[in-house]
């Protein structure tokens, strides 16, 4: 029997706390990290709290969870047909490509501006030099998400987990489709895919995914695959599954078995690379910090706790401006700290260094918000009138 809203009501206090956190992480993470004054700067802060910074990209593992949870959920009730396919694919790209776009070419307007009249380091060559050399036909390949595919650099810190998410989206989708035409028993509507369907399709990516794709030798991957969401799949598929099983869709202890093999791998991981410290391994650090989101989730929806745990104003308000967050906090706070650097000359000392740092973080969550208010929310608000104007699935 289905659950219909697992504790919340189409809005989740648990999942936009995560995504806030998530947020913030990876900006905290891409601020302390980068030149300029990162490096004075870092000697005002604890070791114990630049460990937690420096592990900041985590986030991005916690993001891919949220994504199969929130898009398992988004389309629970449709019937894939190519219609649909298409109608979900618009609304995704309305979603998602005006605060890129508009990232995009705030960028390349940061790159005319300091380099090219100014004679700054440009954002696009930190933390490494642009590689190939700045051409429309990379930055069409951004446009489209192709740009990993096509081995180019990203034009900003961030922008390859998009490319990821878009894979996700479509793959996701198109299964679901193919597992609403398996034959499955107990079907209540044509728009319940039903567990065999939904295992038979899925199941065998993310776990190929998980054993086979992210195997490592000496601490490197096997494959390099890292443009594909065949990488990242075990934990989309954890999110995914998080929901499948709060929905009723699948047992409950298909959940914790998925879940049981994740912990497997880590315990593997770090049987056979045998680390000095267990989180130098990157591997076991992506797994453990997406386990960690898919099996909290999943307990809080058990309990009935999605839309109040962590209900807390400030996680809300960044979960909200979340997106946004996370693509223009490395352009904004490169502009911040570029002109710190300048006004502060070439030693600057820990305080002013940090300061500088940290004025650069509360000016990219005002651009965050500024590109949320007048660019995000319109778009989010455009794609959810034509998800009311689709025609619902046949009962």
């Known amino acids: 029997m289905h659950q219909q809203n697992a504790g919340f009501e189409g809005r989740a206090a648990y999942i936009d706390a995560l995504r806030g956190i998530a947020a913030f992480g990876v900006a905290c ?12 700067a870092r000697k005002l802060v604890p070791s114990a709290v630049l460990n937690v910074i420096d592990h900041g990209w985590v986030g991005v593992q916690v993001f891919f969870v949220i994504s199969g949870f929130v898009i398992a959920y988004s389309v629970r009730n449709a019937r894939v047909t190519p219609g649909y396919l298409g109608n979900y694919a ?3 790209s309305i979603r998602l490509d005006p605060p890129y776009w508009t990232t995009i070419a705030y960028v390349l307007l940061l790159h005319a501006v300091m380099y090219l009249h100014l004679g700054f380091d440009s954002p696009l060559d930190v933390p490494s030099k642009l590689e190939p050399e700045l051409s429309w036909r990379l930055v069409v390949s951004h446009l489209l998400y192709l740009q990993g595919i096509l081995r180019y650099d990203n034009l900003s810190a961030g922008f390859w987990t998009l490319c990821i998410e878009v894979q996700f989206y479509l793959l996701y989708v198109t299964g679901l489709g193919i597992a609403q035409r398996l034959p499955a028993s107990n079907r209540r509507t044509p728009a319940d895919a039903g567990a065999p369907g939904l295992l038979l399709v ?9 054993l086979e794709w992210n195997l490592t030798l000496g601490g490197r991957s096997l494959y390099n695959y890292d443009m594909w969401i065949i990488q990242f799949f075990s934990m989309f598929f954890l999110g995914a599954a998080a929901w499948w099983a709060l929905d009723g869709r699948i047992p409950r202890d298909v959940f914790w078995l998925y879940a049981t093999l994740v912990a497997g791998r880590i315990i593997a991981q770090i049987v056979h690379e045998r680390p000095v410290y267990v989180f130098d391994d990157k591997l076991v650090i992506e797994l453990s910090a ?10 809080a929806g058990t309990l009935g706790k999605l ?5 807390v104003r400030v996680l809300r308000y960044f979960g909200k401006i979340s997106y946004s967050l996370y693509l223009i906090h490395f352009p904004m706070s490169h502009v911040v700290k570029t002109l710190g650097a300048w006004i502060a ?9 940090g300061l500088w740092v940290a004025l650069s973080m509360v000016f990219s969550v005002m651009a965050a918000h500024v590109m949320y208010t007048f660019i995000e929310a319109p778009s989010v608000r455009l794609a959810a009138r034509l998800k009311r104007a689709e025609r619902p699935a046949a009962a």
């Open 90 to 92: 618009l609304r995704r």
């Open 29 to 40: 993470y891409h601020i302390a990290r980068y030149a300029p004054l990162n490096e004075p």
């Open 307 to 311: 839309g109040t745990w962590l209900n």
């Open 290 to 299: 997406a386990l960690a989101a898919g099996v909290s989730i999943f307990v």
């Open 202 to 210: 899925f199941a065998p990516i993310a776990l190929l995914s998980l």
């Open 345 to 353: 000359g070439d030693s600057p000392s820990p305080l002013v260094a």
